[in-house]
C-alpha cells in the first residue's frame, strides 16, 4: 500500500535504480586513479621539479653543518687583483704563490685555475706545482652533434707536474641553481673525475696525511667508485656555513703575510673570488651568502667527499613508490573516516611527507622530495569531498523520496496523501515535514510497543532517575505497595528486593554482590555495570524469583543516554529446574541404588560354590545387565550435567588434563597392548585454558576410552597439544587437543550422526564393543560450553582422529 499522492524524483539516477554501494566505489577507484596520475606526473614526469628544488633549498638553509677545518682557500679576490694588475697574471706569480704555500708544507694543493694555453715562463712554474702533491683543472666542452666532448687541458708541462686532473664542470638545473655534482663526466671515448675524486682517492688512500686526520670518514663506502659509464651524482650539501673554511688573499700569501702553522697540513684550495671575473654561481643558500665562487663549490665537494656527508637523490621509482604509500593511505582513510577526520589526515600525511623528507635528508643523506606526495594528496581531497558532498545531497533526495513513498507502519493509522507542488526548495520542505511526521507516529508507535509488554520495564537517564516505567512495571509495583516509580532512583525502587545470586558467574561474583547490594543496582556505577548487563536473580517480597538485567542506551553518536531495567519472573522456570534436579537425583541415586545391590547379591551368590554351567551363565547375565543399567544411568546424569549445570571455571593446563585423562585410560590400554604417546608444543607454556576440570577430563577419558575400545591390539594412540596460528600471524588464540589411533575407522555416513544421542555403530567383521551411545554426546555437550568445537577425521580402516579447540586462556583472567 503507498500514498496516494503522485511519485516525485528529484534525481534522475534515483529513477536509473543504480546501487549506491557500486556508484561509491566507483567514483573512490576514479579519484584514486586521478591522484596515482598526478603522482606519477610530478615524479616519473618531473613535473614538479620547481617546487621540488624550493623546498630543498629550504631544507638546505635550516641545517647548518660545521666546515672541514683541514680544508683552507687562497682567494683571489678583489685586493689581489688591485695589487698585482690585470688578469690574467703571468705564470711566475702563480709559481711565487705555490713556493710561499710549499714553505708552509701543505697536504695537497689544488689549483682551481685554467692553463690552457703556453707560456714563456711554463717550466717555472712546473717546478713549483710539483713541489708539492698539486691537482689541475680540465674544462669539458659540451656536446657536439656527434656527443662527443672535448677537454681542454693545461698545458704539457704543467700536466706532467700535476698530481693529476679532475673536471671542473658544475651542473646548473633549470632554475639557475647549482644543487649536484657529477663525480665523473665525459662521452663514450673518455670518462673524467670531478677535480676534488682524486684528491678524496689519495686522503683515502693514506697518500696524503691532514693535519686533522681524525674529522676523514675512512669507514664510509667509497662513492667515487662507478662502474660502467655511470656519472656517479650526487647533491652537494651545501650550508649557511659553506663559506666559512678559513680563508687568505692571493695577494697576502704571495707577500708572506700569512702564518705557516694557518696552511700546514692542510689541503690548500685556489681559486677566484673577485667579483669582475665572473667565476660565481647560484646555490641552494644563495639566499643568506649570494653567489657562491665555483672554488667554494669545489671546497664544498672535496668536504662531502672527506666527511662522507653526500646527498644521494632517491630513484624516480623510488620517489614514486614513496609518493603513493600516503596516497593510498589517504584513499583507505576516505572510505571510513568522516570528512573533519579526513581533513585532519590529510594535514598529517602532508606534515608526515614533510617531516619524513627531512629525517631522510638530514639522517640517511637521502633526497626524496614530499611535493609529488603532497600534489597528490591536495588534488585527491578536495575532489573526494565535493563528490560525497554531492553524493550525500543525492542520498538524502532518495532517501526522503523513499519515506514519502513508504506506507504508514500503523495499520490503524488513517490514511493520508500529500501532493508536492513547488520549486525543488519547497518539495524537499515537503518531504521534510512528513518525515517528521512520521517520526512522530513512530515514537508514540515505540511508546505503545514499550506499554503493552508484559514484563516490567524502566528506563532511566545516566543517573539512574526513572524516565519512564511501563504499565506491567506500575502493577508490579502497586501490588508490592510501593510508591510509583517515575522520578526515583532505580537503587530506590529496586532496593526492596533481595538479591539472589549473578547470572553466570562464580561463587566469588556472588560474595561480591551480596557484599555490595544494593549499591550495584546503581547504573552510574561503573564497577557494578558488567554484572548488570549480564543480569542478576532477585527476590521480591512476596517470595517470587526474578531475573533483573540492566541495558545501556545509546544515541546515534554512540554516547551512553541511559539505561533500560527488565524484570523477569523465572519462579515457574525454578520449579521446572527443581523437577529436572529430583528426576536427575532419582537416575543418580534411586536408580542406582537397586543396579548396586543386584551386583552385590550376584557377588555373593558367586561365592558359593555352583556347580551348573547354567546357573552361572545366568548370574553373568545378571551381571551384564545390571552393570548397563547403571553405566546408561551415570552417563545419562553426566550429560545432562554437562548440558545444564553451572560450570566451575577455573584456570588449568590442556597439557595437565591429557596426562590425567591418558593416566586413567592406562590400565585399558595396556589390556589390549595399546601405546599411549603424546607430543606437546613446548612454546604454548602448558597451553592454559579456562576450563571445568572434572568434565573436561571426563570428556578426554571419553574420547581415549574410544580409541581404545575401537582399535585392535598392537596398535598406537597419539595425543598431540598444540597451538592454533591465526590468519594474521597474531598471537594464538585458540589451543587444540588431536587424539588419532590406529583403529578401524568410521565411515562418513556414520561421522554425520557420531555426537548424536544413543549412537553406536558396528560393523559385523569387528569385534562387538559394550557401550551406551552418550560419551560422544557428552563430549559435544561439555566442548561446545566452553566455547571450543569439536572434529572428527576418520575413514574405514585408517584410523580416526579426533580434534578439539578450546579458546587459551586470557591474560586478564589469568591474572584475575
Known amino acids: 500500500m503507498t500514498t496516494g499522492g503522485p511519485r516525485m524524483s528529484f534525481d534522475p539516477r534515483i529513477r536509473l535504480g543504480r546501487p549506491v554501494g557500486r556508484r561509491f566505489l566507483f567514483e573512490w577507484l576514479c579519484i584514486g586513479c586521478l591522484g596515482v596520475v598526478v603522482v606519477l606526473l610530478g615524479s616519473l614526469g618531473r613535473l614538479t621539479a620547481s617546487a621540488d628544488h624550493l623546498v630543498y633549498d629550504r631544507f638546505m638553509r635550516w641545517r647548518a653543518q660545521p666546515v672541514l677545518s683541514d680544508i683552507a682557500v687562497v682567494e683571489i679576490d678583489n685586493a689581489s687583483i688591485a695589487q698585482l694588475g690585470r688578469w690574467p697574471w703571468p705564470r711566475a706569480v702563480h709559481a711565487r704563490l705555490l713556493d710561499e704555500i710549499a714553505k708552509a708544507h701543505p697536504a695537497a694543493v689544488v689549483y682551481d685555475v685554467l692553463f690552457t694555453e703556453p707560456a714563456a715562463d711554463d717550466a717555472q712554474l712546473a717546478r713549483s706545482i710539483a713541489a708539492n702533491p698539486t691537482w689541475l683543472p680540465v674544462l669539458l666542452t659540451p656536446e657536439d652533434a656527434s656527443g662527443e666532448r672535448v677537454a681542454d687541458k693545461p698545458v704539457e708541462p704543467l700536466a706532467e707536474a700535476a698530481a693529476g686532473l679532475g673536471h671542473i664542470n658544475l651542473e646548473v638545473d633549470g632554475d639557475g641553481i647549482v644543487r649536484s655534482v657529477a663525480l665523473f663526466e665525459g662521452d663514450a671515448h673518455m670518462r673524467w673525475p670531478q677535480l676534488m675524486v682524486p684528491v678524496w682517492r689519495a686522503i683515502r688512500q693514506r697518500e696524503l696525511k691532514l693535519a686533522d686526520d681524525h674529522s676523514i670518514a675512512a669507514a664510509s663506502p667509497d662513492r667515487t667508485r662507478v662502474d660502467g659509464n655511470g656519472e656517479g651524482r650526487y647533491l652537494i650539501p651545501f650550508s649557511p656555513l659553506a663559506q666559512s673554511y678559513p680563508k687568505v688573499s692571493f695577494a697576502s700569501v704571495l707577500d708572506g703575510h700569512v702564518p705557516q702553522d694557518m696552511l700546514r697540513g692542510k689541503i690548500v684550495v685556489i681559486g677566484v673570488t673577485a667579483s669582475g671575473l665572473y667565476d660565481r654561481f647560484s646555490t641552494p643558500v644563495s639566499g643568506r651568502l649570494g653567489p657562491l665562487p665555483g672554488v667554494y663549490i669545489h671546497a664544498n665537494v672535496l668536504d662531502m667527499l672527506v666527511t662522507g656527508r653526500e646527498i644521494e637523490p632517491a630513484s624516480q621509482a623510488l620517489l614514486c613508490a614513496a609518493s603513493l604509500v600516503p596516497l593510498g593511505v589517504l584513499l583507505a582513510g576516505l572510505l571510513v573516516l568522516s570528512p573533519v577526520r579526513s581533513l585532519l589526515m590529510t594535514l598529517v600525511l602532508c606534515a608526515a611527507m614533510v617531516v619524513g623528507s627531512a629525517a631522510l635528508l638530514y639522517g640517511l643523506r637521502l633526497w626524496i622530495s614530499p611535493v609529488p606526495a603532497i600534489v597528490g594528496l591536495i588534488a585527491v581531497y578536495p575532489m573526494w569531498n565535493w563528490r560525497r558532498l554531492e553524493m550525500t545531497m543525492s542520498y538524502l533526495r532518495k532517501e526522503l523520496q523513499r519515506l514519502a513513498d513508504e506506507p504508514y507502519l500503523l495499520p490503524e493509522a488513517p490514511h493520508r496523501s500529500r501532493e508536492f507542488g513547488g520549486d525543488v526548495l519547497a518539495q524537499h520542505m515537503s518531504l521534510m515535514a512528513q518525515a517528521a511526521r512520521r517520526v512522530q507516529d513512530m515514537k508514540r508507535f515505540v511508546w505503545d510497543s514499550l ?134 537425583r532419582l537416575l543418580s541415586h534411586d536408580m542406582r541404588s537397586p543396579q548396586a545391590s543386584i551386583l552385590a547379591l550376584v557377588e555373593i551368590e558367586r561365592a558359593r560354590k555352583l556347580e551348573s554351567d547354567r546357573m552361572r551363565d545366568f548370574l553373568c547375565r545378571i551381571e551384564r545387565y545390571a552393570q548397563r543399567a547403571l553405566t546408561l544411568a551415570d552417563d545419562f546424569v553426566q550429560l545432562a550435567r554437562a548440558e545444564s549445570q553451572a560450570y566451575v571455571l577455573e584456570p588449568v593446563s590442556l597439557v595437565e588434563l591429557v596426562i590425567d585423562a591418558s593416566d586413567e585410560v592406562w590400565p585399558q590400554a595396556q589390556a589390549k597392548c595399546i601405546r599411549l604417546e603424546a607430543a606437546y608444543d613446548e612454546q604454548g607454556d602448558g597451553h592454559w585454558i579456562n576450563a571445568d576440570r572434572s568434565l573436561m577430563t571426563r570428556a578426554l577419558v571419553n574420547i581415549l576410552n574410544n580409541a581404545v575400545k ?97 579458546p587459551v586462556l586470557d591474560e586478564a583472567d589469568a591474572h584475575a
Open 710 to 806: 575401537y582399535s585392535p591390539t598392537d596398535t598406537r594412540i597419539t595425543c598431540t597439544v598444540a597451538q592454533e596460528r591465526g590468519a594474521s600471524g597474531a598471537s594464538p588464540a585458540r589451543v587444540s587437543c588431536t587424539i588419532r589411533d590406529e583403529g578401524y575407522g568410521i565411515s562418513t555416513e556414520d561421522q554425520a550422526h557420531l555426537f548424536e544421542r544413543f549412537q553406536r555403530f558396528h560393523e559385523a567383521e569387528r569385534p562387538e564393543v559394550a557401550g551406551t551411545g552418550l560419551g560422544m554426546a557428552f563430549v559435544k555437550a561439555v566442548v561446545t560450553r566452553h566455547g571450543g568445537d569439536v572434529c572428527v577425521e576418520s575413514a574405514p580402516g585408517k584410523g580416526t582422529a579426533f580434534t578439539i579447540s578450546l
Open 451 to 584: 506499554d503493552s509488554m508484559p514484563e516490567p520495564i524502566l528506563v532511566s537517564d545516566v543517573r539512574g532517575v526513572v524516565l519512564i516505567a511501563n504499565h506491567a512495571a506500575k502493577a508490579h509495583f502497586a501490588g508490592l505497595g510501593a510508591p510509583r516509580p517515575e522520578g526515583r532512583q532505580m537503587r530506590e525502587v529496586l532496593g526492596d528486593l533481595v538479591f539472589v545470586k549473578a547470572i553466570g558467574s562464580s561463587a566469588e561474583a556472588d560474595s561480591f554482590g551480596h557484599a555490595h547490594w544494593p549499591a550495584i543496582l546503581d547504573p552510574g556505577r561503573i564497577a557494578f555495570a558488567g554484572m548488570m548487563e549480564q543480569g542478576i536473580e532477585v527476590r521480591d517480597r512476596n517470595l517470587r524469583d526474578h531475573l533483573l538485567r540492566y541495558a545501556r542506551c545509546t544515541n546515534a553518536q554512540g554516547e551512553a543516554i541511559g539505561w533500560i531495567a527488565g524484570l523477569v519472573d523465572v519462579t515457574a522456570l525454578h520449579a521446572a529446574e527443581r523437577l529436572r534436579e529430583d528426576a536427575l
